[in-house]
């Protein structure tokens, strides 16, 4: 089975290299972006600023090579791919949450932002506290993980 995703829009960022751009959005609140919405798409984009946090799926264009169990950014262990969110996967599909601070046309002004410059948007979706969050969900091998820079060479 094939799958073919086009992107509706680009992520701008401050964040030029993967060195300059944060382990997650959460680490660096104050980061702020803009989320490029294609004009073909922009009547998708009705009512969106009536929530404050978006959810980006987006493709990891310059994702290193996909390794299925490597040290992570906040471990030194290994761990399955799919137990972290580190950016070299199979698919190669990112997602952020990002506080949205305001809409002007097509181009939503973002918060929180953790991606590469130029990077290709997929889709987005509205957070929703009642579906997006389960506060007795566990961390699992994250727990008690402190942030800390980018080791180098890790991707």
Not at 27 to 40: D, I, N, R, Y
Not at 116 to 132: A, E, N, Q, S, V
Request: charged share 25%.
């Amino acid at each position: 089975m094939e799958i073919t995703l086009h992107p509706i829009g680009i992520i701008h960022s401050p964040f030029a290299t993967k060195e300059e751009a944060p382990i997650q959005g959460a680490f660096q609140p104050e980061a702020e972006g803009t989320v490029e919405v294609f004009a073909e798409f922009a009547a998708s984009l009705k009512d969106i600023e009536t929530f404050t946090h978006l959810i980006l799926i987006y493709r990891f264009d310059r994702a290193g090579e996909v390794i299925l169990s490597r040290p992570t950014f906040l471990d030194d262990e290994p761990h399955g791919v799919f137990a972290s969110r580190h950016p070299c996967r199979p698919n190669g599909l990112g997602l952020s949450v990002v506080r949205l601070l305001r809409r002007e046309g097509n181009i939503l002004h973002a918060g929180g932002i953790d991606v590469l410059d130029g990077t290709p948007l997929i889709d987005i979706k509205p957070y929703i506290p009642r579906f997006d969050s389960y506060p007795e969900a566990n961390e699992g091998w994250f727990a008690g993980k402190e942030a800390r820079q980018k080791p180098p060479g890790r991707e």
